[in-house]
């Protein structure tokens, strides 16, 4: 605002230089004049430079808002995108299934496919499947013809183990076995015989006991993880001897011990990712 004072010093001073011409310097009339002029459009090139300004502001100010704008929107788009993925993942049809031996119950996040019986060959028996089969507790059939002439045979499945067993945390001796076949959404399923635990990053889906048939039994037979805290088939606790399962112990010699231990009962997890 010191230009606005000069500015009015000047004018003054012509006007009084105006008016008494005899006093003061002649030569400086045109000085303050040209002093005037330039100070005249000096104030109006800092006034239209403050308008520039005010107009940069202002459309700074505008994109400022506008960039806010198209960011809130952005992340907004980036949100649905978000949310549209996860919803599509969850309906493509990917997934796992493992049969939760021992139980009648999936965990809270798998959906039960069927649920029912654990049954396998007679101990006895030279021929037969070898592997445990999860039998769904409501059948449908074919065609059948009620014959037992050149047949497998398939039996339910109980547990034989001396109480206490040390290794169970109930009584487990005769009980018949129920078993569940679990979905999951996860892609990626294993049972891994000889851990109790997962390795990271990978989701416990049960955890038990590696069991199979015993050793002295006919007829190969394969190992399945049964759950650590198993239910019961309702009034199975009777003593069948139809398929049995044992527990697993390692055996020291081509397998190393340690880590291994002799005749120690074989720990086992399902896990998933
Ligand atoms: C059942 O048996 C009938 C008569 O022999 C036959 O026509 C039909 O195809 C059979 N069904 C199946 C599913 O095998």
């Known amino acids: 605002m010191d230009d606005i004072y000069v500015f009015c010093w000047c004018v003054v001073g012509l006007l009084v230089l105006g008016t008494s011409p005899s006093i003061g310097d002649l030569e400086a009339e045109p000085t303050c004049l040209s002093r005037f002029d330039y100070d005249y459009k000096m104030l109006q090139k800092i006034v239209s430079l403050e308008q520039t300004i005010q107009n940069l502001k202002d459309s700074l100010t505008e994109s400022k808002n506008k960039i806010e704008d198209m960011s809130r929107e952005n992340e907004q788009k980036i949100q649905n995108l978000k949310d549209l993925l996860a919803e599509s993942r969850d309906k493509i049809d ?6 939760r031996w021992g139980r009648f119950k999936c965990q809270n996040n798998a959906e039960v496919v069927y649920k029912g019986f654990t ?18 507790e409501d059948p449908s059939w074919l065609n059948y013809s009620n014959s037992n002439h050149l047949r497998g045979s398939v039996y339910g499945t109980e547990i034989n183990i001396e109480e206490p067993s040390g290794v169970f945390e109930k009584k487990v001796n005769d009980q018949n076995l129920p078993c569940v076949a679990c979905h ?10 000889g851990r109790g635990h997962c390795y990271t990053g990978w989701n416990l ?14 007829g190969p037979h394969n190992h399945v993880c049964v759950d650590h805290h198993p239910d019961f088939m309702q009034g199975g606790g009777e003593n069948n ?9 390692s055996k020291c010699g081509s ?17 998933s990712k």
């Open 94 to 99: 990917s997934g796992s299934i493992y049969i």
């Open 119 to 136: 049954a396998g060959k007679k101990w006895s028996d030279k021929g037969s499947g070898s592997d445990v089969i999860c039998l769904p």
């Open 184 to 193: 999951i959404k996860k892609g990626s399923v294993i049972m891994i015989p």
């Open 205 to 218: 889906e049960y955890k038990g006991y590696l069991m199979t048939e015993w050793h002295g039994h006919p």
């Open 241 to 249: 001897d139809d398929h049995i399962l044992y527990l697993t112990i």
């Open 255 to 271: 397998l190393p011990c340690p880590p291994y231990a002799n005749d120690r009962e074989l720990a086992c997890v399902v896990c």
